[in-house]
C-alpha cells in the first residue's frame, strides 16, 4: 500500500489549505484513512479519520469547525481541508491507512488516539505565519 499526500505550503494566519492523500495498492475496497501532525519536539495527533464504506468522519477537538475531511472512493483519495489556519497549526501533516476500520465514531477516536494505523505517508509540511 502507498500513500502519497500533497497539498502542504505555507499560508497566512486564517488562510486556507487543501491536503490530499491519494492510496494505492489496497486490494479491498473498505479501509480506514485518517490524518496526523507532528509539530517539532511534539507527539505525532490525530486530526480525523473516516472509513472509506461509509459513516460519519471524527474529529479531533482541536480541529472541530475548522477542518473538513472528505473522500471520493473512485479516486481512492481522500482530503483534509483546512482553514482558518493558525500558526499553532504548523505541523508536517502525514497520511495514514489501515485496513481494519469501523464506522462508529466512538471506535473511530480510539483508532487515533492508539495511532492504529499500518500504512503511513512521507508528510506533507504546512506552515502558517
Known amino acids: 500500500v502507498q500513500l502519497v499526500e500533497s497539498g502542504g505550503g505555507s499560508v497566512q494566519a486564517g488562510g486556507s489549505l487543501r491536503l490530499s492523500c491519494a492510496a494505492s495498492?489496497?486490494?479491498?475496497?473498505?479501509?480506514?484513512m485518517g490524518w496526523f501532525r507532528q509539530a517539532p519536539g511534539k507527539e505525532r495527533e490525530g486530526i480525523a479519520a473516516?472509513?472509506?464504506?461509509?459513516?460519519?468522519?471524527f474529529y479531533a477537538d482541536f480541529v472541530k469547525g475548522r477542518f473538513a475531511l472528505s473522500r471520493d472512493n473512485a479516486k481512492n483519495t481522500v482530503y483534509l481541508q483546512m482553514n482558518d489556519l493558525q500558526p499553532e497549526d504548523t505541523a508536517m501533516y502525514y497520511c495514514?491507512?489501515?485496513?481494519?476500520?469501523?464506522?462508529?465514531?466512538?471506535?473511530?477516536?480510539?483508532?487515533?488516539?492508539?495511532?492504529?494505523?499500518?500504512?503511513w505517508g512521507q508528510g506533507t509540511q504546512v506552515t502558517v505565519s
Open positions: 495514514a491507512a489501515d485496513a481494519t476500520c469501523y464506522t462508529d465514531v466512538a471506535k473511530l477516536a480510539l483508532k487515533l488516539s492508539r495511532r492504529d494505523f499500518g500504512y
Open positions: 495498492g489496497y486490494t479491498s475496497n473498505s479501509y480506514c
Open positions: 473516516i472509513s472509506t464504506s461509509g459513516g460519519d468522519p
